[in-house]
C-alpha cells in the first residue's frame, strides 16, 4: 500500500547495489595509475601489463566493461580517408625541405594536445622555436576552436616577434577562416605542402 501511494516499484526497495570484486577494484586501480602516462595503450597491451604488473590475466571483455566503467577511453590519432582543408584547392610547396635551422626566430612550430582530466579532457595549444626548443607560448581550453591557437599566436609575436616559418598540421583550428584571416591581417602569406607552414613576409 505505501508503494502505490508513493508510486514507487516494489522491486526496487529490496534492491542492493553489490560491492565490487577486490580483484576487480585492483585492476581499475592499476589501470587509473597507468592511463596518465599511457592514454594511448589499447586493450591488448593493458592486458599484457596486468600480466606484468599483478600477475593478473585478465578477459578483454573484462577490460573493456571496467574501462568504460570509469570513463578511460584510449587516445589515439584516427585515421583519414583525406586530407581536410580549408582551402582545398591551393597547392603550396613545403618550406622545410632542405631548409637549415641554424638560429632562433626561423621556424615556429604550433600544435594542441589532449589533456585528460577527471571529466573529459582539456587542450594545450603550445608553439615552441624549433632551433631552441623553447616554450614560446601556450594557452588551456576547454574546446577545440580557433580562438585560443590564434591568442597563442598573438602572445608570442607580441613577445619575440615573428618567425620566417610558422609549421603546423592541417587540423581543423589551423585550415579555419579564422586562422588564416590572422594570417592576412598580419601580412602573413600561407605556404603548405604535406603539413601546413606559414612565412612571415619581411616588412620594410
Same mark, same amino acid.
Given at each position: 500500500m505505501q508503494c502505490k501511494l508513493l508510486v514507487v516499484n516494489r522491486s %526496487?526497495? @529490496? @534492491?542492493e547495489e553489490r560491492p565490487e570484486r577486490e580483484d576487480n577494484v585492483k585492476i581499475c586501480d592499476f589501470m587509473n595509475e597507468m592511463y596518465p602516462e599511457l592514454p594511448f595503450y589499447g586493450i591488448r597491451k593493458i592486458k599484457a601489463e596486468l600480466q606484468k604488473g599483478l600477475g593478473m590475466t585478465v578477459n578483454r571483455k573484462r577490460i573493456c566493461r571496467l574501462r568504460r566503467q570509469f570513463g578511460l577511453k584510449?587516445? +589515439?590519432a584516427k585515421r583519414k580517408t583525406g586530407i581536410a582543408s580549408a582551402h582545398p584547392h591551393i597547392? +603550396?610547396? @613545403? *618550406? *622545410?625541405r632542405d631548409m637549415t635551422i641554424d638560429k632562433p626566430n626561423r621556424v615556429w612550430n604550433i600544435d594542441i594536445t589532449y589533456i585528460p582530466m577527471g571529466s573529459g579532457y582539456a587542450y594545450l595549444c603550445a608553439i615552441i622555436d624549433w632551433y631552441s626548443r623553447m616554450v614560446l607560448s601556450y594557452r588551456v581550453s576547454n574546446t577545440m576552436t580557433a580562438d585560443f591557437c590564434v591568442e597563442t599566436l598573438d602572445r608570442a609575436i607580441r613577445q619575440f616577434g615573428r618567425p620566417s616559418v610558422l609549421n603546423s598540421d592541417q %587540423?581543423?583550428?589551423f585550415t579555419s577562416h579564422k586562422w588564416l584571416e590572422k594570417f592576412k591581417k598580419e601580412g602573413i602569406e600561407g605556404l603548405r605542402h604535406i603539413c601546413w607552414s606559414y612565412k612571415f613576409r619581411e616588412i620594410k
Open positions: %526496487g526497495l @529490496y @534492491y584510449t587516445v +589515439y597547392k +603550396y610547396p @613545403y *618550406l *622545410l %587540423g581543423s583550428q
